[in-house]
């Protein structure tokens, strides 16, 4: 079974930075495009960025907008989020999928989910 594998998630300061990393399959990879997610406890998963198959197209949420960066590497079939300046609101499980059109930003668009991966910021 095709799945998606998030790593990377752990403890850190306000004003840190963390690197996620989420492994995809070869054919998932090659035609979806890629989108993280977050969702803190009592709350509903949303959307804080996604990347186009090419990697030429990004979209960020607002709230994310300037701090963390989205990307993939061909190369091992990877997709990444850069998280700087993290704030104890960015507190969630990351959750990494795998959607259609050309950039997604609604969850139930995403066919595919890894297993997420804790961040946790504190004050």
């Known amino acids: 079974q095709e799945q998606l594998v998030e790593s990377g998630g752990g403890l850190v300061q306000a004003g840190g930075s963390l690197r996620l990393s989420c492994a995809a399959s070869?054919?998932?990879?090659?035609?979806?495009?890629m989108a993280w997610f977050r969702q803190a406890p009592g709350k509903e998963r949303e959307f804080a960025a996604s990347?186009?198959?090419?990697?030429?197209?990004?979209s960020y949420a607002d709230s994310v907008k300037g701090r963390f960066t989205i990307s993939r590497n061909n190369a091992d079939n990877t997709v990444y989020l850069e998280m700087h300046s993290l704030k104890p609101e960015d507190t969630a499980v990351y959750y990494c999928?795998?959607?259609?059109?050309?950039?997604?930003?609604?969850?139930?668009?995403?066919?595919?989910w890894g297993q997420g991966t804790q961040v946790t910021v504190s004050s």
């Open positions: 999928g795998a959607g259609r059109g050309l950039v997604f930003s609604t969850s139930r668009v995403s066919d595919y």
């Open positions: 990347i186009s198959v090419s990697g030429g197209v990004t």
């Open positions: 070869r054919r998932i990879f090659s035609s979806y495009p």
